[in-house]
């Protein structure tokens, strides 16, 4: 990147731009050469912004995610440039590289003193500086906006605010993925009208104990390939407390989900919850005769994580899988195609559904596919 506060009268290579966009340095833009001067150009730059292929011997392959560019203005000063760059260029990278504390926010609004206010991409820009930590972009947008109102009143912040009292509670905390994801799974099973359930891979029995708080569901069976898992399951449920009615609703036992099982035949729904990728790729086509080919229930849900979202994860370092023991991730289009050719081959119909904040850029943390067995006959049957 170049950026330069030109004067006039230059003269000779100064006076081409596109020769210091062809020797500038590369710089990461996620939203390529349009954002570049959505950014910018509002701001009093000449944008001259190219893309770099990710292979100039193979233009086929497309664009990469990054840019040459150059910025140039005759009325910015020196100071003014500095903020502009301070604020925008971790903006298009969209990747903070340390933590970003509470203390961000007052950084934020210092450097975009004088321009950030009424910047028409303010929202973007204030949500990625803050690396999408809602509670922080939250703040900073209500102080932005009382900075915009004081500035269109000619008062001070100060007399804008003087009607709103310090908050003195304590900051909502998001609801967690894992909770979400539990939400998610209750909705879509009570939509298909299930009551007798399988949990496959019910690990410590989270989801069961969901479940269990529902009269709707009427039988719920927890299936783990861990002893250990199914020990700590029949704690958490208090099994040996429970009363005579709540304990003929749930049963937990051990089986793995390579092999098929009489024992899981019959049932409405069942659901396997952050389960797929903790197999290796070889084994997964078992896993789908012995649900989809075998146990062949009305309805499967099937949740994993989706690893376009991974780079909104402060602490999840680049190229890293969320668990130590995942064999892998798949993005959005790996998890479709592989999810409708299951169906296809077992007589199901699939939708796909998001589980958390769905990101307009890569999406949301998981996705969710719903099949619905739609072969006429064993429908009916099951």
Not at 25 to 30: F, S, V, Y
Not at 42 to 68: I, K
Not at 204 to 225: N, R, S, W, Y
């Amino acid at each position: 990147m170049t950026a330069r506060i030109r004067k006039r009268g230059r003269t000779g290579r100064d006076a081409d731009p596109t020769a210091d966009a062809r020797a500038g340095a590369a710089l990461p833009a996620r939203g390529g050469p349009d954002l570049v001067r959505k950014l910018f150009e509002p701001l009093g730059w000449t944008v001259t912004a190219e893309p770099v292929p990710l292979d100039g011997e193979f233009p086929a392959w497309g664009d990469s995610r990054y840019v040459r560019l150059v910025l140039e203005s005759d009325t910015l000063t020196l100071a003014e440039a500095l903020r502009h760059l301070y604020v925008l260029l971790p903006v298009l990278d969209d990747a903070k590289h340390y933590w970003v504390a509470p203390d961000e926010v007052d950084k934020l609004l210092r450097v975009g003193e004088g321009w950030l206010p009424g910047h028409p991409e303010q929202r973007l820009i204030t949500s990625r500086y803050l690396s999408r930590r809602w509670a922080l972009t939250r703040q900073a947008t209500e102080r932005l906006e009382l900075v915009r109102l004081a500035e269109t009143d000619d008062s001070e912040v100060e007399e804008i605010d003087n009607a709103v009292e310090a908050e003195t509670e304590a900051e909502e905390k998001p609801t967690p993925l894992a909770v979400q994801r539990r939400e998610a799974i209750v909705t879509a099973l009570r939509q298909s009208g299930a009551a007798r359930v399988l949990d496959l891979g019910c690990g410590q029995g989270q989801l069961v104990q969901t479940l269990l708080k529902d009269p709707a569901f009427t039988e719920i069976v927890g299936v783990d390939v861990s002893m250990r898992a199914l020990t700590i399951a029949s704690r958490r449920l208090k099994l040996d407390r429970m009363g005579e009615r709540q304990a003929s609703r749930v049963q937990l036992f051990q089986g793995s989900l390579a092999y098929t099982d009489a024992r899981l035949k019959g049932y409405d729904a069942a659901v396997l919850s952050e389960v797929i990728e903790h197999l290796d790729l070889p084994r997964l086509p078992a896993l789908e005769y012995a649900v989809f080919g075998s146990a062949r229930p009305r309805t499967v849900l099937v949740t994993t994580p989706n690893v376009e979202y991974n780079v909104r994860w402060e602490s999840l370092p680049a190229g890293h899988v969320r668990h130590g023991d995942h064999r892998f991730e798949w993005t959005r289009t790996e998890f479709r195609a592989w999810a409708e050719a299951v169906a296809e081959r077992h007589g199901y119909g699939v939708a796909f559904e998001p589980v958390g904040p769905d990101d307009p850029e890569v999406g949301p943390p998981t996705q969710m596919a719903v099949f619905t067995l739609t072969t006429p006959k064993e429908a009916k049957a099951a």
